[in-house]
């Protein structure tokens, strides 16, 4: 037994190591490697060998590397299946290739170019070998996939590489603006208005609406301004009392709002006017609040954008009540906060790291009093002592211009949007009673909300009471 042991040992000790058989297959692209160190061959020989699918170890099988293509996305001489990093951008494939939604390899923007091939992942218009797969705002997605990275509730496409507010971090990356503020022109616009109130932005004619003939809303209650100057009836709503706000629908709204849609109050309690886009159908009233004593709409209406009110309509009363309003006129109260007379709202992107304790929250001003209401989706309110009386409220939206109404001197006041972009996502505050501007820069430090007068420049125009405010994709005469 133990000489056959021996014989055993001696006859493996002679047998030669096995080979690799002599192959041609005239593939230019085949290769004799082992790029994974996984024991398996990158490349099929012959049936007695063992093929590897995923030659470099990244996740990603050789087809869908570009195997049989020859693909050399980064063209640095290692083919796709060989390279762990296929388009050079400092991104592993392995990391890219992580499937999203099921589907496997990863193609975030859906332009049929999967991710680890892709130089800009998610579409946003910075290269990922700046975005890495760092995650700059903590939310569980890497920059690269992230459409908005620093988490300030402007998305990355709109913000680009540039640096608004010359802090020397890009916008894409930069959480707050911490830049320093330049005097801003304010243009007097060269037409006069009747005793104006309310503007928004008309997307539907791109142009602005203005409330005017306030008290009385007579003749006319509202005027659309041309890019000339001119204004020009917008319907024939009229006998509409007290300060007519007003509040439009954008573009993109998911909750069957029209673009263009035009509400205002009417003077009565409780009560909400309906336009259409063209301005030809009036329904007055078409919501009508249920119970007494709801208030009026004077300066709080706003369509919602962020989705955290379910796209509807909010307004708040001159009797503290706070209302959505779906496209039906279904009304739902979110909140009454007794015995204040609000002006001003908007909905707050919910973007913590921008806004503090406002984001995902509704605000609204208190009447000549310097406190800032915040109102949660589920109606939990808290007041903020801001120091600045609120009259309207309005999001800096950047390359739009601002338009203001100035009711001191029966202006329309406006300004380049250029020289808000430092501003850019903050909350303007405007103020009736000016002893200087009158418009101030709500803001999150990162510890504390903060307000600053906006400074205007020495050949701006005469500037009076302020009432509604607005940014607008719309150009008039001296504010192209």
Known sequence: MLLLFFAACLQQQSEPEKELPEFDSGDPFTTWTDTDDTGTWDTPTDTSWTVDEDSDGDGIADYDEGRTEGTDTDRDGTPDWEDLDSDGDGISDAVEAQPMDGFQPADTDGDGTPDFQDADSDDDGIRDVLETDADLDGDGIPNFRDPDADGDGMDDMTEGTDDWDGDGVPNWEDTLNDGRISPIVFEAITTEFNSPIGIDFHEYTETVVLSVNYSSGTPLALERVE????????????????????????????????????????????????????????????????????????????????????????????????????????????????????????????????????????????????????????????????????????????????????????????????????????????????????????????????????????DSATIGQWEHVTFARAGIQEVP
Request: aromatic letters at 8%; a negative charge; hydrophobic letters at 40%.
């Open 227 to 458: 890019s000339d100057g001119t204004h020009v009836a917008f319907s024939a709503l009229s006998g509409v009392t007290d300060e007519v706000k007003i509040a439009t629908v954008r573009a993109g709204n998911p909750a069957g709002f029209n673009m263009g849609e035009l509400y205002v109050g009417n003077g009565e309690d409780g009560q909400i006017v309906r336009i259409s886009p063209d301005g030809k159908v009036i329904d007055n009233p078409w919501v009508d609040l249920p119970g007494a004593s709801n208030g009026l709409m004077r300066g709080s209406l706003y369509v919602d954008r962020t989705g955290l009110f379910d796209y509807h309509l909010l307004v708040a009363t001159t009797d503290g009540e706070i209302w959505k309003i779906d496209s039906s006129g279904g009304a739902t109260q979110i909140a009454d906060i007794a015995g204040v007379h609000l002006e001003g709202l908007i909905s707050v992107p919910d973007a913590p790291l921008r806004y503090g304790p406002l984001a995902g929250t509704l605000i609204t001003g208190a009447e000549e009093v310097g406190l800032l209401y915040s109102v949660t989706p589920d109606g939990d309110v808290t007041s903020y002592d801001i120091g600045v009386e609120v009259e309207d409220l309005d999001l800096v939206t950047p390359n739009e211009n601002f338009f203001g109404v100035n009711f001191g001197t029966s202006r329309l006041i406006g300004a380049g949007g250029w020289q808000f972009l430092p501003l850019a996502g903050d909350i303007l505050v405007t103020m009736e009673t000016v002893t200087r501007v009158g418009l101030y820069r709500l803001h999150w430090d990162g510890a504390t909300l903060r307000t600053e007068e906006l400074p205007a420049s020495s």
